[in-house]
């Protein structure tokens, strides 16, 4: 039985212009959300395409699926004009360097996306509540509403930096010498690639989320490595002892 369709606060259909480089996946998605009760547009994979789209039908959150990360950062910056929420999916891989010789220069490798994990995120983009009233929420439900899919490899990274805050708050102010290298470490990477491969990832976030809860933890400019975990750690401890005080009161 098909859903009802999903409104928007202002009583409209939530439209989705979907775009994607995998043809076979595009028609899965579209698919999966339909049967969700969102009404979907797909629109060929050319930035004026689908910008054109948004401006035609209003449309309130463009997925977009490409082999780089950064193909599209321009016309992610004029979706957020249009009132469009953005969820770029994270399907390329990277190759080393030896195997790039081995490849065709337009050789594409696209990793699997997981159905569930989208919708998970539409739906905290479009939560109804602001900032004032945040849910306690975990690590991975953060990292899953800032668009830090599961299958990223950098967000173990992610993970594992902010738990180690957590258990050690001290450790935020000497992140160089207390933090990287546990995580070279563990993840088998130099010092430099941890702290490069951080920064990529945090500024993956602050370009492309538009997500209220962010935007109120960090209000300026991209935060730094340091900012962005400690804020993280912060959060995460105030509201495990907030609940541990309800569950005593109770």
Known sequence: MKQQPVMTSEGQPLTIVLSCV???????LAKKLTDEGYTVIQAELNPWTVLHQIYQLHASLLILQTN??????REVEY??????KVLQLETHAQIRAQEQKEKRPDARLLLP??????????QCLFREGGPDEPAHLTLEELLDRWQVTRRQPNREMIEHAILLMVEHPSWSEH?????YPRLAQRHRLSVTAIEQRLRRAITHIYLYSQDELFRFLFPGDRPTNTQFCAVVARYLVRYAQEDQEQEEVN
């Open 175 to 179: 992140i160089t010498k207390d933090i």
């Open 22 to 28: 995998d043809p076979d996946m595009e028609m899965r």
């Open 113 to 122: 996306v997981d159905m569930d994990c989208v919708l998970g995120m539409i």
């Open 68 to 73: 780089t990360g950064q193909a599209y950062e």
């Open 79 to 84: 979706c957020h004009l249009l009132d469009c």
